[in-house]
């Protein structure tokens, strides 16, 4: 696998933490899954603070969206999660926004 500049820093995050899943993480919220939550700093300096995207409750909402501006095939329409820490199979899909593809 070819490492671009913006997924670099999550191998560094993962080759920084030694014994990936096995130690504890200090975190605000205690997750059972505190490697992958060690993560979530090296994550978001790949999207850094932005103006906010709009966001849908539908799919049929975003594209309508993303048509009407013809924002062009570079934008995708996403889903976002609420992610269940303690039952991952639990989480859903509570919305729908855009982002731009990195590649």
Excluded: N
């Excluded at 013809?70 to 919305?95: C, K, Q």
């Amino acid at each position: 696998m070819t490492r671009s500049p913006h997924t670099q820093v999550v191998f560094d995050a993962l080759d920084a933490l030694a014994g990936f899943g096995t130690g504890p993480a200090i975190t605000a919220e205690q997750s059972p899954h505190a490697a992958l939550q060690a993560l979530l700093p090296a994550l978001a300096t790949l999207s850094p603070t932005k103006a906010p995207r709009p966001t849908f409750e539908r799919r049929g909402e975003a594209k309508f969206f993303l048509d009407h501006f013809a924002l062009g095939e570079e934008v995708a329409v996403v889903p976002l999660w609420h992610i269940e820490h303690h039952d991952l199979h639990a989480s859903e899909i509570v919305g729908w926004t855009y982002a731009r593809h990195l590649c």
